[in-house]
């Protein structure tokens, strides 16, 4: 169950779109539609922003979008802003009844 | 609306166990899952395991079987995760999450746990 792999930041001012990457293997990712995306800022809950590699949830913004291509997603953030800048999680279904979680990216709105 | 909550922070010496609450709310906690994780200090979301609302299955981590142990509370809608044999590494903010159709919808506010001598 080796963890997902995420740039360990990123960072980009606002109105700039930014991309984070997550890489897994043919296990998780390349095996299973149902990566999703968190929003964590520090100190509060995780919230999560993203479903199924591009669905979102209603209530989140549609600045944010999701990809898959083989065994790597990805999270755009079209237009960002000030209120993104927070820490970025991806995760998997692994099969067997196990989930993974990527390292987390900190994005650093400039 | 759905409402989880946490107990509130532990300090603990090495050795012990420290046992979280995950009180949810607004939803039917039988048709869902309840997942853990916790953040240590400066890194990144792990993800300990769950625990099945309607039968009390549970999937742990490989990372934490044998220290880890997660129950419920049907009637009061609370799960519990229990640690033990603690040590200074354990010292996270702990979370609970609602699974629902393989994604953590709603979160706790997190429960700080700190192992210290």
């Known amino acids: 169950q080796s963890a997902l792999t995420q740039p360990a930041s990123v960072s980009g001012s606002p109105g700039q779109s930014i991309t984070i990457s997550c890489t897994g293997t043919?296990?998780?990712?390349?095996?299973?539609?149902?990566v999703s995306w968190y929003q964590h800022h520090p100190g509060k809950a995780p919230k999560f922003i993203i479903y199924?590699?591009?669905k979102r949830p209603s209530g989140v913004s549609n600045r944010f979008s999701g990809s898959k291509s083989g065994t790597t997603a990805s999270l755009t953030i079209s237009g960002v802003q000030a209120e993104d800048e927070a820490d970025y999680y991806c995760?998997?279904?692994?099969?067997?009844?196990?989930?993974?979680f990527g390292g987390g990216t900190k994005l650093t709105v400039l | 609306q759905v409402q989880v909550v946490q107990s509130g922070a532990e300090v603990k010496k090495p050795g012990a166990s420290v046992k979280v609450s995950c009180k949810t709310s607004?939803?039917?906690?039988?048709?869902?899952?309840v997942h853990w994780l916790r953040q240590a200090p400066g890194q990144g979301l792990e993800w300990m395991g769950w625990?099945?609302?309607?039968?009390?299955?549970?999937k742990y981590s490989q990372n934490f079987r044998g220290r880890v142990t997660f129950t419920s509370d049907t009637s009061a809608s609370t799960a519990y995760m229990e640690l033990s044999s603690l040590g200074s590494e354990d010292t996270a903010v702990y979370y609970c999450?609602?699974?629902?159709?393989?994604?953590?919808?709603?979160w706790g506010q997190g429960t700080l746990v700190t192992v210290s001598s």
């Open positions: 043919s296990s998780d990712i390349g095996n299973y539609n149902l």
């Open positions: 625990i099945n609302g309607v039968d009390g299955y549970t």
């Open positions: 999450a609602k699974g629902h159709n393989f994604v953590l919808d709603y």
């Open positions: 199924e590699f591009t």
């Open positions: 995760c998997s279904y692994a099969g067997s009844d196990i989930w993974v």
């Open positions: 607004g939803y039917s906690f039988t048709a869902n899952a």
